[in-house]
């Protein structure tokens, strides 16, 4: 059954996972904020990742490098000359189009390799027209860098700066200080985890193409005659990390770029792609960007940048790159566990089936009756359970209502505080996908939820 964008949209807003931005001024496009259960998601989305891929492998560190950047670092990179889309304008109702996308859904012909003028000239021989208002009337097809710049308060040569495009260059700037500062060996990595910005010409399909969103990126730095086994080695760990994450192997898929596709740093990249509800589109890719990075900041910098060996000659070591979206890990797996069910009894529910690591709220009690002493052994069980994460305490409504609120979240477990409990020391725990309850003794919960969810 395909699940519909519109009501994942509506569900995140509802139970505070993702707001659109700034919406008492009437909403600032394309920017969103992670609301109370969406930074929890995020929180542990990133902390599964950093615990998985930097510090349980020894032969990874991590660093937290700046948003901003020296100016040069973005001649270097190429991002100045390169990190370009094709725009166009319409003029008569001021949309703003990627040029190269509105000739390729009207000619199915690639525009890869062809200059501004040429891309003009497809548009105006070929009566395509804006896809808002219906109209010819564009202006000449111009490069947009997507690259967002500010200024700085200092004036003189460096008052421009940009905000990092990728978080990757801070990696490579600080190449030589992790490598003076600590024992690493060949092969290395220097992961982090950060902000990115784009000034994407058509962002959209929720959190999927943001201008502002994270990313959670490697540099791995190898010899160059090893590229081979270790790109394999790392596509094999970022699809295991996929099923980490709860996504079912049917639903993301290899894409291996094309020579002629490829960005101007990488000589291969193969893509993660996953099935969302709008397409199979990318979720995270994995580049083999040579020692073009090292070598170019090298140059613009006059530092030397290389790998030395005792006895050996010194060279600019070769590096893989996975990466990983932050805010596309979010969407994959909210659209995965999204699931509308209809129940035996003829109703219906809508539940995320989250994987219990991922999930915002990891427990929820609820009191049978808000009275007798119930609520108060309720909030003694929730202490025990607060070294699973977040846990709730949560009175409101009746018992099926509280099902359902936790189900729409994700909950794994609930657990139901009753009379009985004040008999005999025992409560009742409900899983979340199953909805089958099983009474235990309150002795034996955090054993059981460690055991069946949280190990
Ligand atoms: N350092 C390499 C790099 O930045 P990329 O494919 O342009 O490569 C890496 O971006 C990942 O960042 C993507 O696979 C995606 O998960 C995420 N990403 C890129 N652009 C994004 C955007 N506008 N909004 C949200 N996530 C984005």
Redesign the pocket.
Known sequence: MTKSMEKIVSLCKRRGIIFPSSEIYGGFANSYSYGPLGSEIKKNVKDLWWKNFVRDREEMVGIDGPILLHPKTWEASGHLENFNDQLVDCKNCRARLRADHLVESKLKIDCEGLDDDAVSKLIAENDIKCPKCGEKNFTPVRKFNLMFSTEMAKTGEHSQAFLRP?T?QAIFLDYKNVVDSTRVKLPFGIGQIGKAF?N?IT?GNFI???IE?E?M?IEYFIRPENWEKLFEKWFDAMKNWCEEIGLSPENFHEYEHAPEKLSHYSKRTIDIEYDFPFGKK????L?YRTDFDLTQHEKFSNQKLRWRDEGGEPFVPHVL?P???V??TILAVICEGFCEEKLEDGSERVVLKIVPKLAPVKVAVFPLMKKDGLPEKSREILEKLKIFGLVQYDDGGAIGKRYRRHDEIGTPVCVTVDYETLENESVTIRDRDTMTQERIKISELVAKLSEKYFS
Request: aromatic residues 18%; negative net charge; proline residues 5%.
């Open positions: 990728e990757a784009r994407e962002p999927f193409r943001v969103f990313q990126e990318e979720l995270y890719g580049a790159e990466t990983f979206g805010d596309r």
